[in-house]
């Protein structure tokens, strides 16, 4: 066990004088040296120092506990709390955890040393409750609060215990709150083979780099971690921040991302402060500061539609032709989410409430006049897609942003849009069509989750613990690094729809018609089952219409 500073030293250390900046405190735990009945893991305690000297670099007053029993991780987690309360509201918390850490029955428990799991009950008695860590946090009321759990290495408990399972289950962030997962909710993470583990290493070095809104610094986290492990294990996060917070404030605005295309045991990332020269396939860049990430799609050439041979062929998605995309351009990493829409609509003083909203519920749906895109019938993160959007407002938004960073956005067209969600890729669907089960790392579908909220749909033979949307860029990209192609929500594109593809253009242009009362849109969404996730399949939507399953992201020409 070390560095553990007393109560009264933080307290001190937090109110002198002489800070400027807001406080940041932080406890970090590693908990490494189990007994052979539980089994000693290789890295917490390396990654805890590391986490911990890189939080002390860009500010963070730290607590360090290395091999803590109980009762020290409990009186640890008990000042910190009362330091956060101590550091008044503009304060920040962290807390960073790595060891073993359970889910039993929806519950995650971090395991310290000397636990004796033996039975469920066990687990409260012996364990620290996860959510008791969030709620020493929440009643500080301080403004921006982070939890990082790495405690998913394995399950140590004895089979016998039913309700145990491998990985950690999802937790809510309470609002003013983001909450970081070293993988996703009911998997695994890796060790790796050096001193650090993959999570611990990528994350130390984002929160030293360059300066990043905090979702993007975590996402860049995901796409190295997800290199590092050739995409076995795919960090996950859950936000409900309410205004921007950086980990390294240098005084400067955050620098736009370059990523180039990394192998599977290659963590290494270009950063930069724009786009140079020519477009290079694969990186990723901002038009300014407030910008999307978008990321350069190469030019090429693919089949589209849907195959003689693919059984769920439906009459819009024939005939098979070839496009040519004859040109790189770039498209948004994301979708574009609730918070982006918003400095839309503030600027623009849009209004998004006149007209009804269409609610999907499992069955024929239902407009309401009430529902808007700030209401859209569940509870959103500002980090998730915008729904309740029409074509138009879509067009709107693009308008706007061409017009605030000096580049010309537009929705992609048709084409592009299912060439860039391929990616490559020749079948159906963007998994092995033998393993449906990963869809879940890949898209936000009516899985398990959902299947609960609506019972009548027949749910994905897996469960990402969201049954509505998920904050934009939660799953595993594809290999242009596009996130949510499949799920999440529908996305609207250029095109004017028409029932089938005859004389379609083969140059990867947008379809346009003198009368165009219906667009297309491509992707499927948090309540379509996985024959909506096929490259082919087609929603045509009224352009004035409204729905809570559909969203959209932009592309531009470069």
């Not at 993959?198 to 190295?224: C, D, K, S, W």
């Not at 089949?303 to 098979?320: I, L, S």
Request: glycine share 10%.
């Amino acid at each position: 066990m070390r560095w553990l500073l007393p109560l009264a030293l933080w307290i001190s250390l937090l109110t002198t004088p002489a800070a400027e900046a807001a406080p940041r405190v932080a406890l970090v735990i590693g908990n490494a040296g189990y007994g052979d009945a539980i089994g000693r893991l290789p890295n917490p305690a390396e990654d805890a120092n590391l986490i911990a000297a890189a939080l002390t670099e860009v500010g963070f007053t730290v607590t360090t506990l290395i091999d803590a029993d109980q009762r020290a991780m409990k009186r640890a987690i008990s000042d910190f709390g009362q330091a956060l309360v101590a550091a008044g509201p503009e304060a920040t918390g962290l807390f960073y955890y790595a060891g073993h850490g359970v889910q039993i029955g929806g519950t995650n428990y971090l395991v310290p040393l000397g636990a004796d799991i033996r039975s469920e009950a066990d687990a409260e008695i012996e364990s620290v409750d996860a959510s008791w860590v969030l709620k020493q946090m929440e009643f500080a009321g301080n403004r921006v609060n982070v939890v990082i759990l790495d405690a998913c290495r394995n399950n140590p408990l004895p089979r016998s215990l039913r309700s145990a399972s491998s990985g950690l289950a999802r937790m809510d962030a309470p609002k003013g709150s983001f909450i970081a997962y070293s993988t996703a909710p009911g998997d695994v993470a890796q060790d790796g083979s050096g001193t650090n583990s993959p999570y611990a290493a990528a994350l130390a070095q984002a929160i030293t780099g360059a300066a990043a809104p905090i979702e993007e610094m975590f996402r860049n986290v995901r796409v190295a971690v997800m290199a590092a492990t050739g995409e076995a294990q795919v960090p996950w996060d859950s936000s409900s921040l309410t205004g921007a917070f950086y980990f390294k404030e240098d005084g400067t605005a955050a620098a736009p991302t370059v990523i180039a295309p990394v192998a599977a045991n290659d963590q290494s990332a270009a950063r930069g402060q724009a786009m140079e020269g020519p477009p290079k396939a694969g990186s990723v860049f901002r038009d300014c500061p407030e910008c999307p990430d978008m990321v350069v799609i190469p030019a090429g050439r693919f089949v589209m539609g849907a195959p003689k041979e693919d059984e769920d062929r439906r009459a819009d998605e024939a005939p098979f032709h070839k496009v040519t995309i004859g040109a790189p351009f770039a498209l948004m990493t994301t979708e574009v989410t609730r918070n982006q829409f918003a400095a839309f609509v503030i600027a623009t003083g849009r209004n998004m409430e006149d007209g009804d909203c269409y609610l999907a519920d499992g069955g024929d749906g239902k407009s309401d006049d009430a529902a808007h895109w700030l209401a859209p019938g569940f509870k959103q993160e500002g980090s998730e897609p915008v729904v309740c959007v029409s074509w138009h407002d879509a067009v709107a938004y693009a308008e706007w942003l061409s017009n605030k960073a000096g580049f010309a956005y537009r929705l992609p067209t048709e084409a592009e849009w299912e060439y860039s969600a391929r990616a490559g890729r020749r079948g159906n669907f963007p998994w092995d069509e033998n393993s449906a089960a990963d869809a879940c790392h890949i898209g936000n579908s009516m899985d398990v989750s959902g299947h609960k909220e609506f019972p009548t749909l027949e749910p994905s033979p897996c469960d990402d613990g969201r049954a509505f949307t998920a904050p934009a860029g939660s799953y595993r990209p594809n290999l242009f690094k596009l996130f949510d192609m499949a799920g999440n929500v529908w996305e609207w594109v250029e095109d004017c729809y028409r029932p089938s593809y005859r004389q379609a253009p083969a140059d990867g242009s947008a379809v346009e018609l003198d009368s165009c009362p219906e667009h297309a849109a491509r992707g499927g969404s948090w309540n379509d089952g996985l024959w909506d996730f096929r490259f082919a399949r087609r929603y045509n939507v009224d352009g004035w219409g409204r729905e809570n399953i559909l969203g959209f992201r932009l592309a531009r020409d470069l």
